[in-house]
């Protein structure tokens, strides 16, 4: 989508796993002036926090110019983080958590941060399957993605490296 310095953008986001971990998929309907851009995509097995989380990141990684962001998502995993200072105190601790444990997902966790810094982001949760219609919209798309066939490996899962 192309957008102009400080555009007012939301994000709708949602993950979606058949299985946990299992195939998964993840989708963002990215809202622009006007302009509307659905995007989407899976991979063979992962779990749904990776997938939440990518949902976010890829549809930031679509902004190539800095804006002002409203993320509504249904993921208490990915709004926490940020909201309650999770990911903060997780970066000043060397991606350790709070238990000395390598925070989980730690490669989607660094990408969301650098997108962050690059754009003014406030984070909505809201309540999945309740009738919003942007976010029963990105359930579809993320559970189709899901489904297709021949979906990539999420190598850093498939190694072990998401905790």
Known sequence: MT???NSQVAIYSDGACLGNPGPG???AVLLCGGHRREISGGYRRTTNNRMELLAVVEALECLKASCSVTVFTDSRYLHDAVNKGWL???RGNGWLTSEKKPVKNRDL???LDILLKAHKVRFFWVRGHAGDP?????DRLAKAAAMCENLPEDMVYARGQEC
Do not use: D, M, S, T
Not at 134 to 138: A, H, V
């Open 3 to 5: 957008v102009e310095k």
């Open 25 to 27: 998929g993840w989708a």
């Open 109 to 111: 966790w660094v990408r």
């Open 88 to 90: 903060a105190k997780w």
């Open 134 to 138: 942007e976010n029963e919209c990105c």
